[in-house]
């Protein structure tokens, strides 16, 4: 396979890039390198990928239509899509609103449209979020689910996705896979997600703002349960129906993927500590504007369509991560 990786630089788009050139395959990656947090830790990511003859890298705006229509030119032979780029970060959205619309909305309708116009594309992976259940109250979250009352810009521009995605599978017959990602960390990890921002707050002595007084969980997921998840999923494109007027529903779904577990904060930040060997210093502080108290997903639809099965519980993925931070920082 010929595949299209969109935001390259970051966290699971790196991951992903190598389990796929191990494999084999052929991945055009591009990302923007914008600095919504430090551009060293992506041109880290990218450093390490560089050696990886199969692997090749433009630095390119999804948002830009003309560098999208070029980068099909050059590239004519993609025959699968997997689009990571995005603005993330629900507090961030509240600061930004703008960058999320350009991000997600406007990127997600250039990728789209490079889809249509590629002649061998077979398939579109793209991300959604577990931010799209909002103010939803019914645990744990189904695909199946009603996503009609986003409580941040953020969920709302990965609604949006979806829909534009739907829409494009039913005009055009693309076949499009949304997943909704839940709490990823890891190794390579972005350093405004909790395990980052606690471990590092725990390495200096400082304190860790805890929202909601701590009363919040999330559904952590390890980086290579993700990863599997997804390149199943681009393994397995939706069943493009009969020619228009002879009935099917469009080549379009849409999976959880988390690790089907609520893991209350406390506990994860007591894992934490355990691996770092020191105490946490909790500042407790009121639930943030756009912030959900609990995630928790329901994987049984990608776990029935996919095989997927995630393995990886804090108490070991943790570790792993706090030993990465170290040799990363040198500490």
């Known amino acids: 396979m010929t595949i299209l990786l969109t935001g390259m630089a970051g966290f699971i788009g790196y991951h992903c890039a190598k389990r796929l050139a191990a494999r084999g395959e052929t991945v055009i990656g ?29 630095e390119l705006d999804i948002s830009d239509k003309g ?4 980068l099909a030119k050059d590239f004519p032979k993609i025959d699968r899509v997997l689009h990571l780029a995005a603005q993330p970060g629900v507090r961030y959205s509240l600061i930004n609103p703008h960058a999320y ?3 997600n909305v406007v990127g997600q309708l250039n990728v789209l449209e490079l889809c249509r116009h590629l002649a061998d594309c077979k398939h579109l ?13 019914k645990l744990p979250f189904a695909v199946e689910d009603q996503v009609d009352n986003p409580v ?10 979806e829909l534009m995605s739907h829409c494009y599978s039913h005009l055009y017959k693309i076949p499009t896979t949304g997943l909704r990602f ?14 980052w921002l606690f471990t590092e707050a725990i390495l200096k002595d400082k304190p860790i703002s805890v929202f909601n007084h701590g009363d919040m969980k999330r559904d952590f997921t390890y980086i290579d349960d993700i990863v599997s998840g997804v390149v199943a999923a681009l393994d397995h494109a939706p069943a493009v129906p009969p020619a228009s007027g002879e009935g099917g529903q469009p080549p379009y779904r849409i999976y959880n993927i988390g690790n089907h577990r609520a ?6 930040i007591e894992v934490i500590e355990q691996a770092t060997g020191k105490k946490a210093k909790l500042e407790l502080k009121p639930m943030q504007p756009g912030d959900v108290k609990e995630t928790y997903a329901d994987v049984s639809a990608i776990q029935r369509d996919l095989g997927f099965a995630p393995d990886t519980p804090i108490e070991s993925g943790i570790p792993r991560f706090v030993e990465w931070y170290r040799a990363y920082h040198k500490l």
Do not use: C, H, I
């Not at 992976?125 to 109250?137: E, L, P």
């Not at 941040?152 to 996705?161: G, I, R, V």
């Not at 990823?184 to 395990?195: C, E, L």
């Open 30 to 58: 591009v990302d923007n390198l914008v600095d919504y947090y430090d551009v060293g830790l992506k041109r880290a990511r990218l450093a390490d990928l560089a050696p990886l003859g199969n692997v090749s890298f433009r």
């Open 67 to 70: 560098a999208m229509e070029a």
């Open 101 to 103: 619309v350009q991000a």
């Open 125 to 137: 992976v793209y991300a959604s979020s577990s931010s799209v259940y909002g103010g939803n109250t």
């Open 152 to 161: 941040s810009l953020y969920a709302a521009t990965k609604k949006a996705d």
């Open 182 to 195: 839940f709490t990823v960390y890891g190794p390579w990890g972005r350093p405004d997600m909790a395990a």
């Open 263 to 268: 893991e209350p904060l406390l506990r994860f």
